[in-house]
Nanobody, 129 residues
């Protein structure tokens, strides 16, 4: 079984920054893919950014110039640095992991919510104007 634990959410004003963390533990292969997703009230869950254990990344167009995803392999922790936050970034942010990293490297798959099997509980991010 794989466990994911998110932390770092909170409330900030527009233009502010937050750094989310996702600790991956349990029975997972040494190579895997982690994605960050978000879901705002009344909207579908959408992919934000993804990274595999080799450091290859993918971003949604809406965050590409503002968010940075990174991985600390020694700590099995994935970070999402979110800069210049906007009210539209308000959502519950969750991380997900899957061992099929080679499959999820295909265009679009790493940011697809339907491709991941292990999910964390999420952390709330609220951005006020």
């Amino acid at each position: 079984q794989v466990q994911l634990m998110e932390a770092g959410g909170g409330s900030v004003q527009s233009g502010g920054s937050l750094r989310l963390s996702c600790v991956v533990s349990g029975n997972i292969d040494s190579k895997y893919m982690v994605g960050w997703f978000r879901q705002a009230p009344g909207k579908e869950r959408e992919g934000v950014a993804a990274i595999n254990t080799d450091g290859r990344t993918d971003y949604a167009d809406s965050v590409k110039d503002r968010f940075i995803i990174s991985l600390d392999n020694a700590r099995n922790t994935v970070y999402l640095q979110m800069n210049n936050l906007e009210p539209d970034d308000t959502a519950m942010y969750s991380c997900a992991a899957d061992s099929r990293w080679w499959y999820l490297l295909q265009p679009g798959r790493g940011l697809s919510r339907n491709e991941y099997t292990n999910w964390g509980q999420g952390t709330q991010v609220t951005v006020s104007s």
